[in-house]
């Protein structure tokens, strides 16, 4: 089992910064990539950003390609998303997750293990 624990979710205005980390614990040598998901009110679960946790490779959606940076540091077991230029349309319930292979990293059903989400509002 994998515990993972957000933090730093909050309220920005439109084309502010927030900071969300993404603390694991447990059996965490088994998690080949983690990443970040958002679901907005009414909203199915969308795929945000994810790290290769061997090797640091990250990829993104296309929404947040440029705004948004994961990174991770190994030693800490602990993920990072910087959130910079946000707009309202980035307003979800932002959830840390970790899986134990490789593809598919964009599918939420694929993930094994998820946090409790954060919430982020971005006010115009």
């Known amino acids: 089992q994998v515990q993972l624990v957000e933090s730093g979710g909050g309220l920005a205005q439109a084309g502010g910064s927030l900071r969300l980390s993404c603390a694991a614990s447990?059996?965490?040598?088994?998690?080949?990539?983690m990443g970040w998901f958002r679901q907005a009110p009414g909203k199915e679960r969308e795929f945000v950003a994810t790290?290769?946790?061997?090797?640091?490779?990250?990829y993104y959606a296309d929404s947040v390609k440029g705004r948004f940076t994961i990174s991770r540091v190994v030693a800490k077991n602990t993920m990072y998303l910087q959130m910079n230029s946000l707009k309202p349309e980035d307003t979800a319930v932002y959830y840390c997750?970790?899986?134990?292979?490789?593809?598919?990293?964009?599918?939420?059903?694929?993930?094994?293990?998820w946090g409790q989400g954060t919430q982020v509002t971005v006010s115009s």
């Open positions: 790290v290769r946790w061997s090797g640091g490779s990250t």
């Open positions: 997750a970790s899986k134990t292979n490789s593809g598919n990293y964009y599918s939420a059903p694929e993930y094994d293990f």
């Open positions: 447990g059996r965490t040598f088994g998690s080949a990539m």
